[in-house]
């Protein structure tokens, strides 16, 4: 480019290195891209990998244990309906799920201490052999909420017998803490 008058050039050149120094100045960074970062294909003839999938989500039990310690003994339907759970005298036992108290008492043998709480038309929980019980009939429960202590009334050791009914027969608590049914 050639210009004649001084004061032109000298106006272009200011103009020029006006435009330098705001380029040099500029610190934004260029966006950040969020599609995946490319890979080239393999050679022909090759197979692709299939993309990575990640696993599906756990599914979420609708029942809690109603306490943390081990079991002692398992369902199997005749002689036990139900776990027995290990732990020590006056440890808390916590409603499996949200429902209501229908009942509270110790009038079955080889229960002692029993709360029986309602969740809906389908499943009961029984909290079996507790030291202490915390909530009355009719009472409103909330999952996680403590509703007893632990204890061994009609029972030989300190424990929790807990128990699952579906349509009023015993299941296998074990799938529906775990969340494999629900």
């Known amino acids: 480019m050639h210009i004649q008058n001084p004061l032109s050039r000298a106006a272009a050149l200011a103009a020029g290195a006006v435009a330098i120094a705001a380029l040099t100045a500029c610190t934004t960074t260029p966006p950040q891209s969020t599609s995946p970062p490319f890979y080239p294909l393999p050679p022909s003839g090759q197979a692709v990998p299939p ?39 006056g440890d808390p036992v916590l409603a499996a799920a949200d429902g209501r108290v229908v009942y509270v008492g110790g009038e079955l043998r080889g229960y002692g201490n029993m709360v029986i709480v309602q969740h809906n038309d389908t499943f009961l929980t029984a909290y079996a052999n507790a030291k202490t019980i915390l909530v009355k009939e009719k009472d409103v429960v909330r999952q996680g909420q403590k509703i007893a202590e632990i204890g061994n009334s009609d029972a030989d050791r300190v424990k929790l017998h807990f128990e699952i009914r579906k349509q009023g027969v015993a299941v296998d608590p074990e799938p529906y803490l775990n969340g494999t049914l629900r």
């Open 51 to 89: 993309a990575a999938t990640p696993p599906a989500p756990k599914p979420q039990a609708i029942f809690i244990r109603p306490a943390p310690g081990r079991t002692l003994s398992g369902f199997d339907g005749s002689r036990n309906k139900g776990i027995d759970i290990a732990g020590n005298l």
